[in-house]
């Protein structure tokens, strides 16, 4: 358990410190009509955005281990925390925080102590054959929904992307934690739930950077974090064996909620770009008060 912890924190620490690099990076890019492939092309130019999926290659690795034994609510949880990592970073580089945010902090990190204290180490139920296809298949519906509402363009678009990106993160967390490890490990070659992962997670960014250049980075966050953290959260705790220790299901559900509002909180609070100017030189990192 102290492994899937440890790799759960460093997931948070990097999704945190990268999604600032990406939603900046996103937001100077040329923007194109509908939802463009092309735009991962042209951000694949960006030194900051490239930064950003490097953090995010080895946070997403780490919550792969993490989902390997601990409960989705507690990691995907872990995931949203990312959003406190921002605030902490901007605390560092000199942006002041206002005081509701450093309550959000505050009750985002007492929310993550009640879910460790509440979680049980244990691995995930498998899912059948043909619902690990389901998940695969899923792709195109996400993909075919987000070039519809992609098409229709402007700033009203950026809420709705948001949420098919939450669900294809979604998608991502369920099959990993379901995923079966084969032996010899080639075998996992021939799984559809190890490419509903690839699959998801590359849909995911796509929509992800797509939304966030029709719309508040912030915003596109919050409701991005929201739907990847409440959806697996509800499925692994219904189908995969997720479960708080035994007698802690009230904990665990005091913890959920304060982590899920700490973290809403802070993603709705725009101070994302005072670090992400200072990062990149762009400012003095300055925030309102």
Do not use: N
Request: net charge positive; charged share 10%.
């Amino acid at each position: 358990m102290v492994l899937g912890l440890a790799c759960a924190l460093f997931a948070a620490l990097a999704y945190g410190s990268g999604s600032v690099l990406q939603g900046i990076a996103a937001q100077r890019a040329e923007s194109g009509s509908g939802l463009d492939p092309r735009l991962m092309v042209r951000l694949a130019r960006s030194v900051p955005y490239l930064s950003g999926i490097t953090l995010d290659a080895a946070a997403f690795v780490a919550s792969l281990v993490a989902l390997r034994t601990l409960p989705l609510f507690l990691v995907q949880s872990a995931v949203a925390s990312s959003v406190g990592v921002t605030a902490i970073i901007a605390a560092v580089i000199g942006v002041r925080l206002r005081g509701r945010e450093v309550v959000s902090l505050v009750v985002l990190g007492a929310g993550l102590l009640l879910l460790a204290m509440s979680a049980q180490p244990e691995q995930g139920t498998p899912l059948p054959l043909a619902s690990r296809w389901a998940m695969l298949a899923s792709v195109v519906l996400l993909a075919v929904a987000g070039a519809i509402v992609a098409r229709r363009g402007g700033r009203s678009t950026s809420p709705a992307l948001a949420v098919l990106a939450g669900l294809a993160f979604t998608v991502v967390a369920v099959a990993a934690r379901s995923l079966s490890v084969p032996s010899p490990l080639w075998h996992a070659l021939a799984d559809p739930g190890l490419w509903a992962i690839v699959a998801h997670g590359a849909l995911g960014m796509l929509l992800f950077a797509t939304a966030v250049q029709r719309g508040p980075l912030t915003a596109v966050v919050a409701v991005t974090f929201a739907v990847e953290t409440v959806v697996p959260a509800s499925i692994g705790l219904a189908f995969l064996g997720d479960a708080p220790r035994p007698g802690y299901a009230p904990i665990a559900a005091v913890g959920f909620v304060f982590t899920i509002a700490g973290a809403l909180a802070l993603a709705t609070h725009d101070m994302t770009h005072d670090v992400a100017r200072t990062i990149l030189g762009d400012g003095d990192g300055s925030a309102a008060a």
